[in-house]
Structure formats: C-alpha cells, structure tokens
C-alpha cells in the first residue's frame, strides 16, 4: 500500500499490514509447532495508539454493551446453562450471577488508561474478567442461533460482538492478529443491527469499516512511512494546553482553536493546520494532539 492510497482506503483490515515491520523470526521458531499469533517487529505503530485505536473504535458502539444490553445477554447465559471443565474436577456449571453490568465499560476504560499508565497483571485480570464472561456467553448464543434453538435478535447478537472485540482488544501484549478479529467484530455488530443479509455480515457493515479507516488516520496521521514533525517552537504554552484538556477530557471541539495557536507560533504545515480545522473525527490518540504533547 502506498501513501496515497492509505489517505483513501476504507478498509481498514488492508491498512493495518501497512504499518508492520517484519517478523522478528519464524513464527514457528518462536512459538513451537502450534502457531498462535505472527510476531512483527516495532513498525509504523507503538502498542499505545494500537490499543487507542481499539478503544476510539468500541467507543462507536458503547451503546451496544450498556447496563439493558449486557443485562440481556447474561439472561441468555444462565438461562443457558452452559458448564464449563475445571481441571480435574470435571463438568461444573458455568453461572454468570455477579459479573457487572458495565464489564465491557470497564475493560475498554482499563485498557484506554493502561495506554499511558503502568498496570499490573492483577489489575488487568480484574479488568476484564466480567467481559470475558460476556463475550464468551455471545459465542454460545451465536451457537445457539446457528443450531436453530434460538431466534436470532439482532441487538443482542450485537451485544455479543462487540464484548468478543473488547475481549481481543484487552491483552497485555498488543497483536495485529488480535486487533484485525476485533474491529471486524465491530463492524459485523453493526451488520447485525442493520439487518443485513448472512453474508455481508461476515464482511462487516461497510460504513462501519470506513469510519474505522477514519479513525486510522485520525491516528496515525497521512503519512505513516514519513511522519511529520512539529518544530519545538510551535510547542507554545497554549498549544500544549489546549491539546492536554482535549486529550484527558476526550472533547475536542477546540481543534480549530489548536491550529491558530500552532499557525501564530509560526506552523505553516498545511497537513497540520488542515487536519486541526478538518470535521474530523478526533480522537485520543490524535496524531496532531500527540504530536504537541510530545506522545509516541
């Protein structure tokens, strides 16, 4: 993929490919003979605007795991009744009376936060412990639906969707194997509350994965293979407040404010400037914001 097509391309699946480096060694060497993930040197992409972005794109659909949602699909689970094998212990029933409501909430708020700060392994089991109940109970109801035993509804197929990506999302380490299966996740969510046909499902809502690409480039700016700069003298007082509040409130409606800041402090990049006074969407993440807050 070149640049020119990366600033057009709407699905976001071929343009993840574009910002890997090369596999560190034999994906056979490394994990034995049972493969499980591809292993890519630093690229174009630190882990933390990988995970932002995973986040910016659950975001869209927060509405999908909210309190009713996921209150509907645990009904599911233990009306279920799914058992699960415990070593040595054989079948025991597999109950979900417990997990929070807002699992899926928390683990994609765990994993926005575990972006810049430290986080121990406890804290990212805590973290997502409930959404993982969650999207294992969407697997089964997805079964369930396949099988005829269940009538399909399309929210709750899409409640399911959307806590599997979180779950895929939410590793310690950051795979693009992992990040591919979530967003595709995501856009088959959408696909499954629009109504469509089984097999653009599999293929996710197209809007859905235009708007991932958006959020791409929002992240990762226009130009991956050869990043823009931002003078240090552009870095004013203003702009790095501006971009701070926007940043950790997540409300970045004063965008075109950072660009005159940054155009009086002497920035004539018109990709900048453009980008600050562009519609957007702007995340956390922002390749412009991150570029004043000095973040990788």
């Given at each position: 993929?070149?640049?020119?097509e ?8 071929k343009?993840?490919?574009f910002?890997?480096?090369?596999w ?41 795991v909210d ?24 079948m ?33 089991d ?64 959408v ?12 293929k996710?809502d ?91």
């Amino acid at each position: 993929m070149t640049e020119a097509e990366w600033r057009g391309c709407k699905y976001p699946v071929k343009m993840l490919p574009f910002l890997q480096g090369p596999w560190t060694t034999k994906p056979s060497e490394y994990f034995g003979p049972q493969l499980q993930y591809v292993v890519y040197e630093q690229g174009l992409a630190s882990d933390r605007k990988l995970r932002l972005f995973c986040v910016a794109c659950c975001r869209r659909l927060w509405q999908l795991v909210d309190a009713a949602h996921c209150s509907r699909l645990l009904e599911f689970g233990n009306r279920f009744g799914r058992r699960e094998v415990r070593w040595g212990l054989g079948m025991e029933p597999f109950t979900l009376v417990g997990v929070p409501l807002d699992s899926c909430h928390r683990a994609v708020e765990f994993v926005e936060r575990a972006a810049d700060e430290p986080a121990d392994e406890k804290e990212w089991d805590l973290a997502t412990e409930g959404a993982c109940a969650l999207a294992t109970t969407g697997e089964d109801y997805v079964k369930e639906c396949a099988a005829g035993r269940e009538t399909l509804d399309s929210e709750l197929m899409a409640t399911g969707q959307v806590a599997n990506a979180v779950l895929r999302f939410r590793n310690r380490n950051v795979y693009y194997d992992d990040i591919e299966a979530a967003i595709l996740r995501l856009a088959q969510a959408v696909a499954y509350l629009r109504g469509e046909h089984q097999q653009k499902v599999k293929k996710g809502d197209k809007g859905e994965r235009a708007a991932q690409a958006d959020l791409l480039r929002n992240i990762f700016g226009p130009r991956p293979k050869s990043p823009i700069k931002l003078k240090s003298e552009w870095r004013t007082d203003t702009a790095v407040s501006l971009a701070r509040t926007m940043y950790e409130s997540r409300e970045f409606s004063a965008m075109p404010i950072l660009a005159d800041a940054l155009q009086d402090a002497g920035c004539d990049n018109e990709d900048i400037l453009n980008h600050c006074r562009g519609d957007g969407p702007h995340v956390r993440g922002c390749w412009v914001v991150d570029l004043v807050l000095g973040k990788e």
